[in-house]
């Protein structure tokens, strides 16, 4: 009996994205207490209207930080992929073109980032800080700050990005897909095995076969693609591409991975736990405001659930630890 | 040279910076042969096995396998010709379990829907054997290798170099954090796989584990081969005294 309870018990906390889970729940709770609002059909739908673009930036920067690197340029990616989309626009490329070539650019950027990285040996965290003021940087000259229209003749690809599929946009759904996709991807693929295995402990990947290198190159490519894509579907929710898009979403992805139980010292994590986690930020924003916080009050709750989360995902890991034996 | 020769390494130099870690060394082991590499801390052991199996390339000398030059570029051009490592440190990667790390890079895939997708249950189930084939009983093979004990991973990462059949077993510093039950498993093992055609390279700075097992024992001084004995023709005190001597 005694035996059974503890395989139970073992095979519950083997579930990795049981922290995040519990977080959410206890949070839907408190929110609901606070205001019998928030699991109205109405305000759900409120809250996945905006889930789309930090969600898919968080399991973008997640793979990355499993692999043992970090991306703070995702923010910036964000806005500056729709905005070569529609200058590519501007002068006559064919929508669906100009958003290919958009994602090309974006794939190029990791690629950039992710080569200086790995050929100098130079932290990703630093060379990703300055991707995050280049690429800023270069939307800011290049738009004076102001906003892009979405062009007319992009009514086909703003409709495939953002159009309403019954109660919820169609950015939902491509949410929904990357994150089975990514998590297949890394759970039950060799290229995911790797990509722990290299965030886990470099030199051994290397000495069993795996090449690191390369790895973390596709994962730096794939991250940069997401926020670019990321990007794509805000602009054609706003109609506009905005200068300032996707500001703090570095920060705010890194902290939906580590509620979502994702290691920031690399190896550990899934994507549906950080998928999870970015659940759990834009449930704190919308919670605050049907409870009336102010605003203001937001970041405060974002740092205290962090903290809580990694403490309660440590306690899990060392009790499984001591049960597993 | 020995009769049936697997690999022969000829004028094996390595340099850190300015540093000699090996000078001139010549290595040689033959087909189903259990060789013994024996020396001090600093000798250079770890160093001409991490270049026979592909971790750095050799700054001078040249590899032969099975008679024919080699290049090795990668660990993994050593995996595919048919050496493989139990290096001293980091051989498994601690955060995974046992399965994947049995199966690191050479993982078991079926096909679903068109995709390649890891075999996790055949791979638990084949991971789960050959580890109870070295003597180290698992509840599962979904344990994380941080909880398990220092023999224990040893364990794990000898199974998963065994697990392969490869024609070349390069063993650095097995036995160590081993229990002596669990050492003996691990020698005998050695000499099974000799049965069997499998060639050894065993690595200690322990003669009493190196001496009854080995073919050929080699002895490492200062980056040099010191000299090279067969088995039955030196003893255990004869090596000792080999490897303290001053130059």
């Known amino acids: ?325 | 040279m020995v009769d049936n020769s697997l690999v022969r390494m000829e004028g094996i130099t390595k340099l850190f910076g300015r540093v000699a870690a090996l000078r001139d060394v010549d290595f040689e082991v033959a087909r189903g042969e259990v060789v013994g590499l024996v020396g001090d801390n600093g000798a250079g052991k770890s160093t001409l096995i991490k270049i026979l199996s592909g971790v750095y390339p050799p700054s001078a000398g040249k590899l032969f396998w099975q008679g024919s030059e080699v290049r090795l570029k990668s660990p993994r051009a050593a995996m595919r010709l048919g050496v493989e490592t139990i290096h001293q440190t980091g051989a498994l990667v601690e955060g995974m379990d046992v399965k994947r790390n049995v199966f690191l890079g050479r993982e078991l895939t079926k096909s679903f829907l068109g995709l390649r997708l890891l075999d996790l249950h055949r791979m638990g189930k084949e991971a789960l054997q050959v580890v109870s084939g070295i003597g180290l009983r698992l509840r599962s093979a979904d344990v994380e290798v941080s909880t398990l004990s220092g023999g224990q991973r040893q364990s794990v990462a000898i199974a998963s170099a065994i697990y392969h059949k490869q024609e070349l077993l390069i063993l650095d510093e097995p036995t160590n954090n081993m229990s002596v039950r669990e050492s003996r498993k691990i020698l005998e093992m050695t000499r099974n796989l000799r049965d069997e055609g499998i060639s050894s390279i065993l690595i200690s700075h322990n003669l009493n584990d190196v001496y009854p097992v080995s073919d050929r024992i080699y002895v490492l001084r200062n980056g040099k081969v010191l000299g090279v004995w067969r088995q039955e023709e030196t003893s255990v005190d004869a090596l000792c005294e080999a490897v303290m001597s001053e130059e």
């Open chain 1, 1 to 325: 009996m005694l035996e059974q309870m503890r395989n139970a018990l073992t095979g519950l906390l083997r579930i990795k994205m049981l922290a995040p889970l519990i977080m959410t729940v206890a949070l839907i709770g408190i929110f609901q207490y606070l205001s019998p609002h928030l699991l109205s059909a109405r305000n759900l739908r409120s809250i996945v209207e905006l889930l789309p673009e930090l969600g898919l930036i968080t399991i973008a920067v997640s793979i990355l930080i499993v692999s043992g690197e970090f991306d703070l340029s995702v923010g910036a990616v964000l806005a500056l992929s729709p905005l070569i989309g529609v200058r590519l626009m501007q002068v006559n490329v064919p929508p669906w073109i100009a958003i290919v070539l958009a994602l090309g650019c974006c794939a190029a950027i990791g690629a950039i980032q992710g080569g200086i990285c790995l050929r100098w040996r130079i932290p990703s965290f630093i060379v990703t800080l300055a991707g995050l003021m280049v690429w800023r940087g270069v939307v800011l000259v290049t738009t004076r700050g102001f906003p892009l229209s979405m062009p007319a003749e992009a009514s086909g690809v703003v409709a495939a990005l953002s159009q309403r599929v019954g109660m919820f946009r169609i950015g939902f759904f491509y949410f929904i897909a990357f994150t089975l996709v990514l998590w297949l991807m890394l759970e039950r693929t060799r290229f995911g095995n790797w990509v722990f295995a290299v965030g886990g402990n470099e030199a051994t990947a290397h000495i069993r076969g795996v090449n690191p290198r390369r790895v973390k190159m596709m994962c730096f490519v794939l991250c940069s693609v997401l926020a670019g894509f990321a990007g794509l579907v805000q602009a054609s929710r706003l109609g506009v591409a905005l200068a300032t898009a996707g500001s703090q979403y570095e920060l705010m992805a890194i902290a939906g991975a580590v509620i979502g139980g994702v290691s920031l010292a690399g190896g550990k994590g899934t994507i549906i736990g950080a998928a999870i986690g970015a659940f759990v930020i834009q449930l704190i924003q919308n919670g605050l405001i049907l409870a009336r916080v102010p605003g203001y009050w937001f970041q405060f709750f974002v740092g205290v659930v962090i903290v809580v989360a990694v403490v309660v995902g440590q306690l899990g890991e060392r009790m499984k630890a001591k049960w597993a034996r």
